[in-house]
């Protein structure tokens, strides 16, 4: 029991341990063995499921094929590289991806501060609640669910079709997600659909700490309802707003992979085909590694000099930032 | 008083048009919800006529009975059940395992491990790099597919750590005069005193099981029985693969069955279990984001 206490004593104390040298550094680390452990079996197992694939990477310098393990295949520079810039699918697969992701930045971005703003103004918290639950649960539902929806919905028979026609606004049923011309809107509103009262969740909560002082400062001052929320609440909120920008700023080449994935046909494939969906026909239904993999490389890399990109920008403009 | 009396009129007109915003808002969000629920209640035949929009014209539950006889459909529901539960056990206890020893400032090693740890949350190798491991962990066609790979996230870890830095200490020291070791501690005491942080990461990892498709389409590729009924109705809604449904109704109780009106009660079925655990959700998340947002 007195060499246990001991021990406890020298994993409390690094000072004592440290004045141990070696020895003393060798019974904290006994010492401490099973905290060791697990936290041993955590790092192995990034190891093998974060880091493995960082190291498989390399592939795209190489010219892979199944029968060789990733060490021996054959260099081959920057071959897959060169393939992917004179690739003819490149400008479509480009102009899709920042399509998509700009629409998704510019309409979805400030909609849900929108929605927040305007659910922060209802006078009945219990509808407000109520608002609240319900703007959510579309958030949990998958996308195989929504796809399924929208695929019927957006049939030549389906819903949309017979509204807009007894509307009068369409003369003939269009088959919209065999149109190419629809796809990028039924992405980016479904998007919206899906997400905007969660979106909001994170705005909401940042409003809930603008202090009451402030607003019964503004009500003195004279303000209405819509100089309270410029001048009052949307300040209180900026810092929430700047961090949630970066995160969207550095997500512009990922498309909703999910969401396309389902929604994707052969026929709309001219404005569905991004750079996600390009990496999974070309490595997994064509099994050319070495390319996809060269290509999901150059979108990490831009993907990672956005989001430090961005979060210099807006830390010069001294607002929040990640890091 | 006249310049108070209209602004309370302007205001009363910004509440009524607001209310009436979000009335709007939640029935677009509630409607397409309604339109799956009351077709899966309306005979197929029928619904072909159209104009199910409110309430079922002539109903059923047909459909249901033939998604209960479609043994494609059970097995996937029971995939899906399995790897939820499973996964969802495995990743809470894991992560909150590794997170605990994380949390420990005396943890030699702690600092680099928190480095290695930050850095998959900024790159990773993507795609095809992940799918090349996971053939050679011989993980293609096994239902462990969907429960290793995914038993660990160092976004979770966060909120773990976050948690257990606010539990007192005393209640460690307490049991370490006891002479229990860390493992022992963590089950014994840690555990107990964190469900809610542990309902909250078990709510969304097991809506993230549940709801998760993906894995199924790329890594069964051969072995069918492996799928789980989100990739199932993928293939049905995607790749407008009916021939299983189909089947379904033919097989069926009664001729009064469409692969539609089977899609739609299958979506249903998929679908019960998230509404069902929606109020947990609830109470839940919001706590979870506050938590996350503190270290994240």
């Known amino acids: ?323 | 008083m006249f310049a108070l009396k209209r602004r309370t009129r302007g205001e009363a007109v910004f509440d009524g048009v607001n209310v009436l915003l979000m009335l709007v808002i939640c029935f677009v969000t509630i409607y397409p919800v309604w339109y799956v629920l009351v077709n899966s209640l309306n005979s197929g035949q029928d619904a072909m006529r159209g104009g199910i929009y409110w309430l079922p014209r002539v109903f059923t539950l047909d459909n249901y009975a033939a998604v209960v006889d479609n043994p494609g459909i059970v097995t996937a529901m029971g995939i899906t059940v399995a790897k939820t539960l499973a996964g969802t056990v495995l990743h809470v206890f894991f992560t909150a395992m590794v997170a605990y020893a994380f949390s420990r400032r005396e943890l030699i090693g702690r600092n680099l491990y928190m480095i290695l740890g930050t850095v998959t949350m900024i790159f990773n190798g993507g795609l095809i790099p992940t799918f090349l491991l996971i053939r050679d962990l011989q993980l293609l066609d096994n239902f462990f597919v969907y429960i290793i790979p995914a038993m660990f996230s160092f976004f979770d870890l966060i909120i773990f750590v976050s948690f257990f830095r606010e539990l007192p200490q005393g209640l460690e020291e307490a049991a370490k005069i006891d002479g229990a070791n860390d493992l022992v501690l963590f089950l014994r005491v840690v555990i107990p005193v964190s469900l809610p942080v542990v309902a909250t990461i078990a709510l969304f990892h097991g809506v993230w099981q549940w709801n998760d498709y993906f894995a199924g389409v790329i890594y069964i590729t051969q072995n069918t029985e492996l799928q789980p009924i989100q990739t199932f109705l993928y293939r049905v809604v995607a790749q407008n693969d009916t021939s299983q449904m189909v089947t379904a109704a033919a097989g069926g109780i009664t001729k009064s069955v469409t692969s539609n009106s089977v899609k739609m009660a299958t979506m249903v079925v998929t679908t019960l279990p998230i509404v069902l655990a929606y109020p947990f959700l609830q109470r839940y998340f919001v706590k979870g984001l506050m938590i996350g947002s503190i270290k994240g």
């Not at chain 1, 819903?159 to 009068?168: E, F, S």
Request: aromatic fraction near 12%; hydrophobic fraction near 50%; avoid cysteine.
């Open chain 1, 1 to 323: 029991m007195d060499a246990r206490a001991e021990a406890l004593e020298a994993q409390r104390t690094p000072a004592r341990a440290r004045r141990g040298g070696a020895a003393g550094w060798a019974r904290k680390l006994l010492a401490q063995r099973y905290l060791q452990a697990m936290a041993l079996l955590g790092v192995a197992w990034m190891l093998v499921f974060n880091y493995i694939p960082m190291y498989g990477l390399i592939i795209a310098f190489k010219e892979y094929n199944i029968i060789k393990s990733v060490g021996e295949a054959p260099w081959a520079g920057l071959t897959h590289f060169r393939e992917f810039f004179s690739d003819e699918q490149l400008p479509g697969v480009i102009r899709n991806t920042i399509g998509i992701s700009l629409l998704k930045l510019i309409v979805g971005f400030p909609l849900p501060i929108l929605f927040a703003l305007f659910l922060n103004e209802l006078r009945s918290i219990r509808f407000k609640k109520a608002v609240q639950t319900i703007s959510y649960l579309p958030h949990f539902l998958s996308w195989v669910i929504l796809g399924g929806i929208l695929t019927t919905w957006l049939s030549d028979v389906g819903v949309i079709n017979k509204v807009l026609l007894a509307l009068g606004l369409i003369r003939d049923p269009v088959d919209y997600l065999a149109s190419p011309g629809y796809f990028w809107t039924i992405v980016v509103s479904s998007d919206i659909w899906k997400e905007l009262g969660w979106s909001a969740i994170i705005y909401l909560a940042a409003m809930a700490s603008v202090s009451p002082e402030m607003y019964e400062a503004a009500t003195i001052d004279g303000a209405g309802r819509f100089q309270k929320m410029r001048y009052v609440t949307l300040p209180g909120i900026a810092g929430t707003i700047s961090i949630l920008f970066i995160l969207a700023v550095s997500g512009l080449l990922n498309s909703n992979f999910d969401q396309i994935f389902v929604m994707r046909n052969a026929l709309n494939d001219s404005t569905s085909n991004v750079i996600d969906i390009f990496v999974y026909q070309t490595g997994i239904s064509q099994s050319r590694y070495s390319y996809a993999t060269a290509v999901g490389l150059i979108k990490s890399v831009i993907t990672l000099g956005l989001l430090l990109g961005a979060n210099g920008i807006l830390k010069r403009m001294n607002q929040s930032t990640l890091f």
